[in-house]
C-alpha cells in the first residue's frame, strides 16, 4: 500500500509563490521518478514537473523557468517551488510516484492564481 499525501496549495496573486510538496509512504522500494501534474476546469491533466530518481528534471515549456522540482529521496517526497504564478497556472496539482509497474497519484491540492 502506498500512500500520498500532498499540501502547500492556496489562493495567491499572479506573481506570488508557493511550494508544494508530496510525501509519499508505504510499501516502496523503489521510486523510478516522481513529479506533478495538473488539470484546470475544462482541461486534460497536464505534466508540469518530473524528476527521476538520478535527479534529472522535466519541466512543461509553459513552466520552465518560473517551477523547480527537487526531491528527498530519504523521505521518499517530491516538491514543487512554484514562482513567477501566473492565472493559467490555476488547477489541481497532483502528485505522481512511479514505482515499478505501477503509478500512484495523490489527492491534489488547489492552487489558485488570481489577478
Known amino acids: 500500500q502506498v500512500q500520498l499525501v500532498e499540501s502547500g496549495g492556496g489562493l495567491v496573486q499572479a506573481g506570488g509563490s508557493l511550494r508544494l510538496s508530496c510525501a509519499a509512504s508505504g510499501s516502496i522500494f523503489s521510486i523510478n521518478a516522481m513529479g506533478w501534474y495538473r488539470q484546470a476546469p475544462g482541461k486534460q491533466r497536464e505534466l508540469v514537473a518530473t524528476?527521476?530518481?538520478?535527479?534529472?528534471?522535466n519541466y512543461a515549456e509553459s513552466v520552465k523557468g518560473r517551477f523547480a522540482v527537487s526531491r528527498d529521496n530519504a523521505k521518499n517526497t517530491v516538491y514543487l517551488q512554484m514562482t513567477k504564478l501566473k492565472p493559467e497556472d490555476t488547477a489541481v496539482y497532483y502528485c505522481?510516484?512511479?514505482?515499478?509497474?505501477?503509478?500512484?497519484w495523490g489527492q491534489g491540492t488547489q492552487v489558485t492564481v488570481s489577478s
Open positions: 524528476t527521476t530518481s538520478g535527479g534529472s528534471t
Open positions: 505522481n510516484v512511479e514505482i515499478p509497474y505501477r503509478s500512484y
